[in-house]
């Protein structure tokens, strides 16, 4: 009978320790990063890794999204403070790279990077953590109004 009664406290101990490790990482989180009175929101990447131990099989998210001539476009990253990952992103297309917010030659991260796209079609982001290191970060893209 006793057993009975320590398994539901815990399972309800541990689904408490879950819900505070991934409380940073909700959608007011989002929210939070997406707010901006200068831009449009126009969708949001996010992704959420352990420790990569190996640096050439790293996890990373890869997504796609339509981007349109003529349109300045704004990639804005946000990390959660209490992961020690920092979220790197690459924007590319089927012909060329683009560029991120990670400059390797200087080791310099930026908050945020715009692109004015020069042709309507399919893009590539990637997103990963810089270093292996576990986090959960997000990449906002926005319209920017001008």
């Given at each position: 009978m006793h057993r009975l009664f320590y398994i539901p406290v815990f399972f309800l101990f541990f689904m408490h320790l879950f819900n505070d490790a991934s409380a940073q990482c909700d959608q007011a989180f989002i929210d939070q990063c997406a707010s901006n009175s200068e831009v449009k929101y126009i969708k949001h990447f996010r992704i959420r890794f352990a420790d990569s131990k190996d640096l050439k099989n790293r996890s990373e998210g890869q997504f796609s999204m339509m981007l349109n001539?003529?349109?300045?476009?704004?990639?804005?990253?946000?990390?959660?403070?209490?992961?020690?990952?920092?979220?790197?992103?690459?924007?590319?297309?089927?012909?060329?790279?683009?560029?991120?917010?990670?400059?390797?030659?200087?080791?310099?991260?930026?908050?945020?990077?715009?692109?004015?796209?020069?042709?309507?079609?399919?893009?590539?982001?990637k997103l990963f953590f810089k270093n292996g290191e576990e986090g959960c970060g997000v990449c906002v893209v926005s319209l920017v109004m001008e």
């Open positions: 001539k003529g349109n300045h476009y704004r990639f804005l990253v946000c990390n959660d403070a209490s992961k020690p990952g920092s979220t790197i992103i690459e924007l590319s297309s089927d012909f060329a790279n683009f560029g991120g917010n990670y400059n390797a030659s200087e080791d310099k991260e930026y908050h945020a990077f715009d692109f004015i796209c020069s042709k309507t079609g399919p893009y590539y982001l």
